[in-house]
């Protein structure tokens, strides 16, 4: 595996690189990430990984700061399910300074997530254009688990004609239930036990006849965000809570859900 830092040399390493499957990625791997390269590598000749954090999509300083790094360790298992490029570049590399074009898909980057994390979906939007312009992939992946930024991200694809597929893999969970995130090792074994609730509660809430009203019952006594159903593909029942300092989504599809 190759780590490339440039576009320039990344465009020159992929100049007959044949089909090309792309998972971008803000990095601290866990087996989400390990099961998109896995579907990547499966399905296309030449895969590339990025790890970028990317400031645009934080409105909070602090919470880029705290945003778990390991670039050694993600090379590693990168390396491990068969990555062949991993595209890391610096922030001035993908935001030059003058910098100042932006990506804004408007009604699907409110409500939910966009109303607790303002200018977050135009911070992924306008990334992820520049990772599809920079890598010009057949095939690009991501995870259920971060519904709406999946809803925004189609959006996007249709509204500017983007020639190529996103695939939406299923959210991957530890045994406990709680859906894998970068952030879980920023909670403490308390906190990560009261954030088992969210996935319990929107579980319950999917099988009840009030999904919302359940699931919100059930996180009685948790500082929740919201919890809502989401008109995505599939119709799912979306959640936010926080837990000591760090915020957890979750989303599982509605009964007569295609997933
Ligand atoms: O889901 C993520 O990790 C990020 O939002 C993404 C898609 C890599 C864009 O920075």
Redesign the pocket.
Known sequence: MRTIRTILELREALRDSGDVGLV???GAFHEGHLSLFRAARAESETVVA?L?V?PA?FADTADLERYPRDEERDAQLAEAEGVDVLFAPSADELYPPGFQTWVEVEELSRGLEGTFRPGHFRG?AT??LKLFNIVRPRRAY??QK?AQ?AAVLRRMAADLDLDLELRVLPTVRDADGLALSSRNVLLSPEDRARGLTLPRALHAGAAADDPVGTALAALDGLEVDYVAVADFDPRVLAGAVRVGSTRLIDNVPLEGAKQ
Do not use: L, R
């Open positions: 971008p990625t803000m990025s970028f990317n999509q992924v990334v992820c991501f995870g971060d930024q």
